[in-house]
């Protein structure tokens, strides 16, 4: 007689790949014809994207552009210019095993190391090394029993959250804008480097899209006409709000998400506006929005299950799930004292903070983030000329989180707000850094389910006389199923004859074990 078993499907994901490798970067850069001559080398900026990913098999493709930006000092002059290089790059990593077509690839680029040699004053050569984060999941469907309708069983079921993938969606976009330098600051000359990021201000997930308003910040440093000016380098801010729709199949306003959006390389150049004047900024700016879309929701399970009168054969498996159990964003403030060690300053231009976080843990209680904040900045030293300065100094931040943290996981991520700066001494420059912090908790379960089950109601168990009653001392801990189930027992029955609500035991205890009693039909 076949059993009615009631069965269900998850889409789990399932990871195939969590790694971080360093990406050598070398290469020799000649100057265009309308570059100037190069002097010094102040500093060198790099940013890289990532612009296709490709899984192949047990393979992952990765290839992208890094963007270098040597800023220096032109011969003959104390103006600063900017050398601007684009090279691609790829990388290949190995995954553990195939992968399906229900696969997904996160990756992260970030430069951590680009050091300029001046070869000559017309060629230089950059070394460094470029920081790959690569995630892989695979999404995989796991059939199991949620329950049998059969009185002759007894079900230890068990009700688990689980958050199930509904779409994993990266859109590029371009932000190209014509912004005004005011009448406060000079007219400019040329552009020295542009940084942007962008801010996630809300969203709002409805049938099949998601509606996106972000906050676009601006920072451009040029060269002023104003030739009478002590240095001839403006700062001049913007913020633009900016939204976005991105379309994902599937989607409605029960799901969750979580959303990032990820500025690029920045490309800023100078026109004249209506009166002829050196103000207008055309700002070209690529963004990619990533969001990772779930559905969470209460499944019902069965752990084990026996006949206290029938021979009964399970199939077992166990299953990794994770939900979404809360989120995290909170503004922090990073304050450091740097003292500047190759020249003394006699005022600070500009200083421009990155934050990148190395480590995170769960422990007492608290999301413990490490990582490192990069300092840098051009200012004038004591003779008036342009200089740079960078510097790097660990933090450490520390979130409250309530609950159990023993299975807690989080990828929390740090952005710049706003930084403030104030130099105290020729030498001793003190920052002030916003910053915030956003990190997804996720729960894991570890759970062993029954994938099948069969009962052979032609053989029965071969057991004991057993009476009416047993006594059975349980120590603190066990288990009521553990016992039913070595008594042949109902564990409905034995917490209703010892007055039993709990199915772990907090106490030791003396159990009546009742005898299983079957109705003749």
């Not at 055309?282 to 009168?309: C, G, H």
Request: proline share 4%.
């Amino acid at each position: 007689m076949e059993l009615p078993i009631m069965r269900d499907t998850i889409s789990i994901n399932t990871p195939f790949l969590d790694t971080t490798v360093d990406h050598p970067v070398d290469c020799d850069i000649v100057l265009p014809d309308y570059c100037p001559d190069v002097s010094r080398v102040l500093r060198t900026e790099s940013c890289a994207e990532i612009d296709a990913k490709q899984i192949d098999g047990a393979r992952l493709t990765v290839s992208g552009t890094l963007y270098i930006h040597v800023l220096y000092i032109t011969e003959n002059s104390c103006s600063i210019r900017c050398l601007t290089h684009e090279t691609a790059f790829s990388h290949t990593f190995d995954l553990k095993e195939e992968c399906t077509t229900d696969a997904y690839a996160y990756v992260s680029a970030r430069v951590i190391r680009a050091n300029c040699r001046l070869i000559g004053p017309r060629r230089v050569q950059v070394r460094g090394s470029i920081v790959l984060h690569a995630r892989v999941f695979c999404e995989m469907n796991e059939s199991f029993v949620s329950d049998i309708d059969d009185e002759r069983l007894e079900i230890n079921h068990h009700s688990i959250q689980c958050s199930t993938p509904v779409a994993f969606v990266e859109k590029p976009f371009q932000v190209h804008e014509q912004l005004e330098i005011n009448y406060g600051k000079p007219a400019a000359s040329s552009i020295i480097k542009s940084d942007a990021t962008v801010f996630v201000q809300d969203f709002k997930l409805i049938s099949n899209k998601v509606i996106i308003k972000a906050d676009l910040k601006l920072k451009t440093l040029y060269s002023s006409e104003a030739e009478e000016e002590d240095s001839g380098i403006e700062v001049v801010e913007h913020n633009l709000p900016i939204s976005q729709i991105v379309d994902i199949s599937g989607v409605d306003e029960e799901c969750g998400c979580i959303l990032n959006l990820h500025s690029g390389n920045v490309k800023a150049s100078i026109s004249q506006n209506s009166e002829g004047e050196n103000r207008q900024l055309d700002v070209q700016l690529d963004v990619m929005a990533t969001a990772n879309v779930y559905r969470t929701r209460e499944i019902t399970v069965v752990t084990d299950a026996f006949s206290p009168k029938f021979e009964t054969m399970i199939q077992t498996s166990p299953v990794h799930m994770q939900y979404v159990s809360d989120t995290v964003h909170k503004t922090e403030v990073l304050q450091e004292s740097l003292e500047l060690e190759n020249a003394e300053l006699k005022t600070v231009i500009d200083c421009t903070t990155e934050a990148y976080v190395k480590e995170s843990k769960f422990e007492n209680g608290v999301l413990a983030m490490a990582g490192d904040l990069y300092i840098s900045g051009f200012a004038l030293n004591s003779q008036g000329g342009p200089v740079s300065f960078e510097k790097t100094v660990p933090f450490s931040i520390k979130e409250p989180v309530e609950g159990d943290t023993n299975h807690l996981q989080a990828n929390p991520e740090i952005q710049i707000v706003s930084n403030s700066f104030s130099l105290t001494t020729p030498k001793n420059l003190d920052v002030r850094v916003e910053c915030t912090v956003d990190a997804v908790i996720l729960t894991n379960e570890e759970e062993t389910i029954v994938v099948e089950l069969d009962m052979d109601d032609s053989q029965e168990k071969k057991v004991s006389p057993q009476k009416t009653l047993t006594l059975y001392f349980a120590d603190k801990g066990e288990s009521i199923w553990n016992i039913a189930k070595r008594y042949n027992a109902s564990p409905e029955s034995i917490k209703r004859e010892n007055g039993l609500e709990d199915d772990i035991l907090e106490v030791r205890n003396m159990l009546l074990i009742p005898k299983k009693r079957w109705r003749k039909v």
